[in-house]
């Protein structure tokens, strides 16, 4: 009976000591994973490339979160390939649009339109298909850790009471796609960016009531005003 008592004691140093080695790697792990976080961008760094004049951008900001100070000897992973989609909603959070906007990355290039044309032969000869950029229209980026990445959100002209939601599709409708299209008025906005094995939620609110440029801007919502949107 004593002798067995080491033996057991071996057996449990045995399994606790694996139990903590699988526990710090997991650890480590989900320590290195990418830790990313949305903000509006204050102040507008810049406007899109050959942004058309007199109009005013709302973008967000996508941050990949260095290491906690002590932690920094390792190194956080990187988020790869981080693509997105925002939402518009009403102020009871209902969905203003009915479907989802790909979201377009501002260091992105812009698409470009091969400008080629298809007949729709079971149609009337004058039915004609445009065919737009096939290969640019979706946007993805890089987030290294302690990086940022800009995406935009609406656009809105001067002199024009509506507001348009802003993605690769504005450079193919004069920058103001249908689909897109916001009247006046106060919009919940929710945007999901994805990357390997992460999400990243953010929600704020778009206020375009009032005619000046400068009263069309993106504002923090409260976390009662958050749950709508969830």
């Given at each position: 009976?004593?002798?067995?008592?080491?033996?057991?004691?071996?057996?449990?140093?045995?399994?606790?000591?694996?139990?903590?080695?699988?526990?710090?790697?997991?650890?480590?792990?989900?320590?290195?994973?990418?830790?990313?976080?949305?903000?509006?961008?204050?102040?507008?760094?810049?406007?899109?490339?050959?942004?058309?004049?007199?109009?005013?951008?709302?973008?967000?900001?996508?941050?990949?979160?260095?290491?906690?100070?002590?932690?920094?000897w390792m190194q956080r992973s990187a988020a790869l390939q981080c693509r997105g989609t925002i939402t518009f909603h009403n102020k009871d959070g209902q969905d203003v649009i009915g479907k989802a906007m790909a979201v377009r990355w501002a260091s992105s290039p812009e698409p470009i339109n091969l400008g080629g044309q298809i007949v729709d032969l079971q149609q009337p000869a004058q039915l004609v298909y445009r065919i737009v950029n096939i290969t640019g229209m979706e946007s993805r980026v890089d987030v290294h850790p302690g990086e940022e990445e800009i995406l935009d959100v609406s656009v809105r002209f001067k002199g024009e009471p509506e507001c348009y939601g802003w993605n690769n599709e504005s450079y193919f409708h004069n920058y103001r796609t249908p689909d897109w299209k916001l009247d006046r008025g106060v919009y919940l906005v929710r945007a999901v960016i994805a990357t390997s094995g992460s999400k990243c939620i953010g929600r704020f609110c778009l206020m375009n009531e009032a005619d000046p440029l400068t009263a069309f801007h993106l504002t923090s919502l409260s976390r009662k005003e958050q749950k709508k949107i969830r």
């Open positions: 009976m004593l002798e067995s008592r080491p033996q057991v004691e071996i057996l449990l140093s045995i399994v606790g000591g694996g139990l903590i080695t699988i526990a710090t790697a997991i650890f480590v792990e989900w320590l290195r994973k990418p830790s990313l976080v949305l903000r509006i961008e204050t102040p507008e760094l810049e406007l899109p490339k050959n942004a058309p004049p007199q109009t005013r951008h709302l973008r967000l900001v996508l941050k990949n979160k260095p290491l906690i100070p002590g932690f920094r």
